[in-house]
């Protein structure tokens, strides 16, 4: 029977897809959202996810056999980070529109084919940046909108990664820069995306550093994976994915078909991303921001201050360490430089990333939602953080600062 539910489809049925595509929207937005397909090539994984989810999605490894039968609205894109582009593309051809997983792309070439189908076909591209839908990010947002501390010159925005998850990123393909684009793509796509955002101007200039001090070939052993590695007893990051029904079920099974394996040696002597990451950025309305990504720390969370002409708003973000600290709520500190000082509680909400993704999908599925402090994010605010990444990986290569504008015709000074 037709209903004017909005017709979902996901392609990538890994955990993101399942979980918080499938699963969390299915439970949340059911009233607005129904899914009609589901494709990964992974027959085993297409599967245990099916089994997972409500409703009788068409099902398929061919995502041209899906799209064709299932007939979707909206395509969202839960695959490896650099497939995203040719399956935006096609999506976008075919007159559907998309919702990506972050980063949109891992390439400037990506993103620009991205922007060019979306104004060729005049359908539309959401990157999921669920991030800006955290209660904190959308207080620093209106407190920065509001002038409290004058024209916004300075930020300092530093990102831990703690050894559980940190770690997980040199588990898997996010490991290989040919596939994530490095951390500065894959992870830090949301804190540039949050900074593109806060800063309200574009990114313009990138000098960065990076290294690789703990994972890969720093792991004085090694073997290919956690499931039956004789240094167990031993290894720092030893993980067993099999204490996890949901991993065990989506992963273990279907690693058969295609060798893929959640639980791979994070001390694999060709993993080529950096763990250890620093960069200047200079933005095009003049803000200088230092920033600095680290998958190695005893905690999980960000320190965040911006400087301006007449104040500093400081934020610690605790979300995991081995010590007291506030829980479920952020402080952020606004401070004046008439010696004004304002303490502002902020409460996470229930759902994934503080609340972020349930607002988040609410704002994608609610027909008409109000969006005043434009926290959903197109094509373009997709290509801007990952242009910063890639301007950053660049950077690190050729030791010089890297001009946004060498990679995109797009970004430069007047075409914010
Ligand atoms: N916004 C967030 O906070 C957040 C969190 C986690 C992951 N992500 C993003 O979500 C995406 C998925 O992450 P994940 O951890 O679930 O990854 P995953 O590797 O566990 O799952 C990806 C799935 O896509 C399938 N796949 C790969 N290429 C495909 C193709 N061309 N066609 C069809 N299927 C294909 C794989 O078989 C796999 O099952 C990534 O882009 C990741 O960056 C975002």
Redesign the pocket.
């Known amino acids: 029977m037709a209903t004017n539910k909005r017709r979902m489809a996901i ?7 399942t979980g918080t595509w499938g699963r969390d929207v299915l439970e949340t937005q059911s009233d607005m959202v129904e899914l009609v397909g589901l ?4 027959s085993g ?1 297409l599967a245990a996810a099916a089994a997972r989810l409500p409703g009788d999605p068409v099902l398929s490894t061919d ?1 041209d056999t899906m799209l064709k039968q299932s007939d979707p609205h909206t395509l969202v894109v ?4 650099d ?2 582009a040719d ?1 935006i593309v096609d999506a976008l051809e075919r007159g559907i529109d998309v919702i990506t ?3 949109m792309a891992t390439t400037a070439e990506d993103c620009e084919r991205i922007l060019a189908a979306e104004e060729r076909t005049g359908r539309k591209v959401d990157v ?1 940046f ?1 991030y800006r839908f955290a209660p904190t990010s959308r207080k620093l947002r209106e407190l920065l909108a509001s002038g409290r501390i004058g024209t916004l010159t300075e930020v300092d925005f530093h990102w831990y990664l703690d050894t559980r998850h940190g770690a997980d990123y040199f588990r ?2 996010h490991a290989y820069r040919r596939h994530s684009g490095s951390l500065f793509v ?1 992870k830090a796509t949301h804190h540039f995306d949050l900074l593109n955002w806060w800063i309200d101007s574009d990114p313009d200039q990138v000098y960065a550093q990076g290294a690789l001090r703990r994972y890969g070939r720093n792991g004085t052993f090694r073997s290919t994976r956690c499931t039956g590695c004789p240094h167990a007893g031993e290894c720092d990051f030893y993980f067993d994915m099999h204490a996890n029904e949901w991993l065990e079920d989506l992963y273990e099974a279907p690693s058969s078909e295609d060798g ?1 394996v959640r639980d791979a040696c994070v001390f694999r002597e060709d993993i080529d991303i950096w763990d250890t990451m620093t960069a200047a950025i200079g933005y095009a309305n003049g803000v200088q921001v230092s920033y600095s990504l680290n998958a190695y720390m005893p905690i999980e969370g960000y320190h965040v201050a911006f400087n301006g002409t007449h104040g500093r708003i400081e934020c610690r973000m605790y979300e995991k360490q081995a010590f007291d600290a506030p829980k479920g709520q952020d402080e952020i500190l606004v401070l004046g430089t008439d010696r004004s000082v304002e303490r502002l509680v902020v409460q996470h909400g229930p759902g994934g ?1 503080f609340g972020g993704d349930p607002l988040l999908h609410a704002s994608l599925f609610t027909p008409d939602a109000n969006d005043p402090l434009s926290q959903r994010a197109g094509a373009r605010a997709g290509a801007a953080s990952v242009l910063t990444g890639v301007a950053a990986a660049m950077s690190v290569d050729q030791k010089r600062p890297v001009k946004i504008s060498e990679l995109s015709s797009r970004f430069g000074p007047d075409r914010g």
């Open positions: 392609v990538g049925t890994g955990h993101r897809g494709t990964d090539l992974n994984r995502l839960c695959t490896r980070d497939t995203h399956i997983e972050k980063p999921a669920n898997r393909w894959h893929y990333h």
